[in-house]
């Protein structure tokens, strides 16, 4: 059994993106450890938060605005070199007692003493191993350098999933203080009754989401599959669905709206370093049909159907199986709601928790 700190920090610097699953991420855990006692300030990089997205973060807490971009929205290194003096300025303004990076070249170049825990949700790097398997192209190699010195910075580094920390050391080396905390997602609203359409959600302009092979199979596939979010993405990345029907971009409540009507889930991805939409399904009761990737065997094996993720006729063949068997979408869809009860919004406070204390007694060691 997990055992809470016996203080937690009492307050937490998060940073935290508008656009990519971070936000989901940050926000979901911050709104955790607020219950937990702590106060936490949300430091946020890229683009602005629309105006509902900001009144969300300021139920929570404190909410600031760096200049610093993303690094994977960086046109050059050299945007990032301003980032360790806004974040040590923010440290010392709100009195911190630890820092949650939500990127490890986020703790490249870092001086104060204040513990760092740091959460690897992707990077480029084990992106192109993942989807292309190749390192990462010379002229964002630098990638590679900030992160690993990140890495070696941090008090403890938290990886959302087994196979996401073995890829991480695949492409960096060993990484010293690695904790696995899987993701959560709050409750699914209730299936009334399933529809002959199967749905899948994903930023599709990101290769490694693998559309092209959901849109192939699309073709031989007995039921209609609903496509929703954005196929263009900040880096001028297209994608263009011609079989599959794109719904475009939706907010969170719409798309867990359609996966409870959803007859089956899909998800083809070649890079999940967790794949929080199979969660959001899953806790519907949704069957699911997945690519054959070690995260997804990790989080679902025995609860989803797979496939190869590079074969568009076994999918189409996995999509035509269920919607001709109505016992075995019923078994699968009651086995990933029972799965889906393990990845629980407790279970990642109280193992993050754990994951800050390591760092605390770390950083105390260190200084």
Same mark, same amino acid.
């Given at each position: 059994m997990l055992r809470r700190m016996n203080r937690p920090p009492g307050r937490i610097l998060m940073t935290l993106d508008a656009v990519g699953g971070v936000w989901r991420y940050a926000l979901d855990l911050a709104r955790g450890l607020k219950a937990e006692g702590c106060a936490v300030v949300l430091a946020g990089l890229g683009p602005a938060p629309s105006p509902s997205q900001r009144q969300e973060c300021e139920a929570i807490g404190k909410v600031v605005w760096c200049r610093t971009p993303p690094d994977w929205m960086t046109h050059s290194e050299k945007e990032l070199d301003g980032f360790p003096e806004e974040l040590e300025a923010l440290v010392d303004e709100y009195d911190v007692d630890?820092? @949650?990076?939500?990127? $490890?070249?986020?703790?490249?170049?870092?001086?104060?003493?204040? $513990?760092?825990?740091? /959460?690897? @949700?992707?990077?480029?790097?084990?992106?192109?191993?993942?989807? &292309?398997? /190749?390192?990462? $192209?010379?002229?964002?190699?630098? @990638?590679?350098? &900030?992160?690993?010195?990140?890495?070696?910075r941090a008090d403890v580094v938290i990886s959302p999933s087994a196979a996401h920390a073995a890829l991480m050391q695949t492409c960096y080396g060993p990484i010293d203080r690695m904790q696995v905390v899987h993701n959560a997602? !709050? &409750? !699914? $609203? !209730?299936?009334?009754?399933?529809?002959?359409?199967?749905?899948? !959600?994903? &930023?599709?302009?990101?290769?490694?989401?693998?559309?092209a092979v959901l849109d192939d199979a699309s073709g031989d596939a007995a039921w209609p599959i609903y496509c929703a979010g954005p196929v263009e993405g900040p880096n001028r990345q297209r994608f263009e669905f011609r079989r599959a029907c794109l719904l475009g971009e939706l907010d969170n409540r719409e798309i867990r709206a359609l996966m409870a009507r959803a007859g089956i889930f899909v998800s083809p991805s070649r890079y999940e370093p967790f794949g929080l939409a199979a969660l959001e399904a899953a806790r519907s009761g949704t069957p699911m049909i997945l690519a054959d990737i070690p995260t997804y065997r990790e989080l679902w094996d025995g609860a989803a159907l797979f496939f190869a993720a590079d074969d568009p006729t076994a999918l189409a063949g996995a999509m035509n199986l269920l919607a001709a068997d109505g016992p075995l979408r019923r078994r699968l869809g009651s086995a990933a709601e029972r799965r889906a009860r393990s990845y629980s919004f407790d279970q990642q406070v109280r193992r993050t928790l754990v994951a800050y204390e390591s760092a605390t007694q770390r950083s105390l060691a260190r200084g």
């Open positions: 630890l820092v @949650h990076l939500n990127c $490890p070249s986020q703790a490249c170049g870092i001086g104060f003493r204040c $513990p760092v825990a740091i /959460t690897s @949700h992707s990077c480029v790097v084990t992106w192109f191993q993942a989807v &292309r398997g /190749t390192e990462v $192209p010379q002229d964002w190699r630098w @990638h590679y350098s &900030r992160n690993r010195s990140g890495l070696d997602t !709050a &409750r !699914a $609203p !209730a299936a009334s009754s399933r529809e002959n359409f199967a749905f899948a !959600a994903a &930023r599709w302009w990101d290769a490694g989401k693998n559309g």
